[in-house]
Each structure stands twice: as structure tokens, then as C-alpha cells.
């Protein structure tokens, strides 16, 4: 069982930066595919980003292309989103995700098997 803490959610202004960070515990992370999620308010949870265990590939939704980057310290047992560029319309609550063990990174995508509790994101205009 893993379990996931997401933290650095905020108010930021359109165009500014923000970090967030997912903190696991309970598994060997280093062989869990990660993934970062967000659900804005009356939309359905969307997919942002996901890295491989070993961290060599990631993967991103076309919007997030060249703004966010997903990151992993395996050594921290953390997983952390770069988001730059920040817009209004990236309002929501993110979530960190974890595929299955040794799962592939379409696996953290597609079937995500373990969820924190979120992070709010708030990007003023």
C-alpha cells in the first residue's frame, strides 16, 4: 500500500511559477510509475504529467507541453511538478498518482492505482 502527500499548492498570479511536491510512503517507489492529475472545478479529472519509475521517460498532455515539467528524486521518495507560465485556466485541485508496481507509464495514465488527497492551485489573473 502506498501512500501519497501532495503539498505547495497556492495563490499565484497569471504568469508565475509554482512547485508541487508528492512525498510516498509505504512502497518501493522507486518502482512505481508517477503521475500528476488535476481536477478544475466542474470538470472531470484530467491527466498532466507521468514519469517511469526509473525516471529516464516522461510524458505530458498536450496542454502542459513546454510549461510543466515532472520530476523524481528517488532517493526522497518523491515526485514533484514544475509549473511555469501559469495561467488561470490551470485552476484546480492536483493530485499525485501512482500506477502499479513496475507498471508502465501508460499505466499511471490510464489506471492509476493509488491517489493522494490533493492540492489546490489557485492562478489569479
Known amino acids: 500500500q502506498v501512500q501519497l502527500a501532495e503539498s505547495g499548492g497556492g495563490l499565484v498570479q497569471a504568469g508565475g511559477s509554482l512547485r508541487l511536491s508528492c512525498a510516498a510512503s509505504?512502497?518501493?517507489?522507486?518502482?512505481?510509475?508517477m503521475g500528476w492529475f488535476r481536477q478544475a472545478p466542474g470538470k472531470e479529472r484530467e491527466f498532466v504529467a507521468g514519469?517511469?519509475?526509473?525516471?529516464?521517460?516522461?510524458y505530458y498532455a498536450d496542454s502542459m507541453k513546454g510549461r510543466f515539467t515532472i520530476s523524481r528524486d528517488n532517493a526522497k521518495n518523491s515526485v514533484y511538478l514544475q509549473m511555469n507560465g501559469l495561467k488561470p485556466e490551470d485552476t484546480a485541485v492536483y493530485y499525485c498518482?501512482?500506477?502499479?508496481?513496475?507498471?508502465?507509464?501508460?499505466?499511471?495514465?490510464?489506471?492509476?492505482?493509488?491517489w493522494g488527497k490533493g492540492t489546490l492551485v489557485t492562478v489569479s489573473s
Open positions: 498518482a501512482a500506477g502499479a508496481y513496475m507498471g508502465g507509464i501508460s499505466n499511471v495514465r490510464d489506471a492509476p492505482v493509488y
Open positions: 509505504g512502497g518501493t517507489f522507486s518502482r512505481y510509475p
Open positions: 514519469i517511469t519509475w526509473g525516471g529516464g521517460v516522461t
